[in-house]
């Protein structure tokens, strides 16, 4: 149950790997005795072989490649804790990918100079999100849609929360406003 717990926190810090003094991290948690588990930066170094291949530049682009690329990594979404980190960090990847501009200014991030496949993408990412019975793969996937849907999906993000729980529909109500309201 630790493991799983650092193991969700791994994901927001996948992009700073470059960053981590890891010797110090490591260092410092072997010392401190709390019994904690492992924070996810040494789960990034213990894992670094596998994510750098998983997250290569042509592995990447070849997800959006056509629409059943797209729909079959998504497919690796598990319920809570069941999803493949690897996978995870994948996901989170082929989002930033598909919203990237290579030497744009900070201010021009919703201008994705990758538009067909940005579609692709954001299409899977709907569809999952509508058709998964699981609550947590229904926000996993309106989660990395709040990054990279197209304004003119927020009816359909919407309609993602329309039969699921409080929480999922609530989410889903948030990711549609925040997407309507940006222009792409």
Partial sequence: ??????????????????????EEL?????TSGNGVAPISSIWQKENEIWISKATAPEVIA??????????????????????????????????HY?????????????????EGERRIWTEALVERAKTATDDY????????????AFPEQSPE???????????VSKFAAQVAKEVGDRRS
């Fill in 1 to 22: 149950m630790k493991r799983a717990i650092f193991l969700s926190v791994c994901f927001a810090a996948a992009a700073s790997i470059a960053a981590v003094n890891y």
């Fill in 26 to 30: 490591v260092k410092s948690a072997e």
């Fill in 62 to 95: 070849a997800c959006v490649e056509s629409r059943e690329k797209a729909d079959a990594l998504l497919a690796e979404v598990k319920t809570a804790y069941e999803t493949d980190p690897v996978a995870a960090v994948k996901i989170a990847e082929v989002t």
């Fill in 98 to 114: 598909v919203m990237d501009k290579p030497n744009a200014p900070w201010w021009a991030f919703w201008r994705s100079s990758r």
């Fill in 137 to 148: 793969v229904k926000i996993f996937c309106l989660d990395q849609l709040r990054w990279c």
């Fill in 157 to 167: 993000i919407l309609s993602v929360g329309e039969e699921a729980s409080g929480n």
